[in-house]
């Protein structure tokens, strides 16, 4: 009787956190230097308020294996998905500036890198690992996890950003709020 009793607790404690993040809310106004943008810019605004569309916000870092094999994957969510407004951020401290440049040039990624020198968004998000995604409707937070539930997104069994992004296409509330991040600790 014991044991019912001990797992039925875990099962509530590990819901409760699931429904709580899907309902926070975050407005911000960052101006973050870019280390890749689409424009010459030095900088780049990343605002979110009740005004902004859908921002699908990746933290990647050159230095994780995991991160770098979703690079070209989420160039392709980001064609495929043009409504959405992709913006990646690094917050690593483990790389040199030039070479996590040099990294992202190279990528090929048609969206802003920003840099969270000092991991203030990282913070404000609460996120560990990359890759991470955060998706948000306005300042409502949509989604909150890792991008597939694999090392790599050709071996993956759930594509948990393409299944959220579609959900919110098609009007609907996302079925997963919150998906499991794998990759490596972001370094302080």
Known sequence: ?????????????????????AAESFSFNSELPALLSSKAASTHRLS?????????????SPDCPASVAH?????????EYSFAKFSAIYSGSNETLPKVRAHFNSANLNFP?????????????????????????GPRREYFG???????????????????LEDLKDGRTVATPQGHTLGCYIGS
Request: charged share 25%.
């Open 1 to 21: 009787m014991r044991a019912i009793v001990f797992c039925a607790c875990l099962i509530c404690i590990s819901v409760v956190p699931n429904a709580m993040l």
């Open 48 to 60: 979110v308020n009740s005004e902004s569309g859908l921002s699908v916000i990746l933290f990647l």
């Open 113 to 137: 890198v920003l840099h969270d020198r000092h991991g203030e968004l990282r913070r404000k998000f609460k996120v560990l690992k990359t890759p991470t995604v955060v998706v948000l409707r």
């Open 146 to 164: 890792g991008v597939t539930d694999s090392h790599r997104p050709d071996r993956a069994g759930i594509e948990y950003l393409r299944a959220a």
């Open 71 to 79: 690079e070209p994957y989420l160039e392709k969510l980001r064609a």
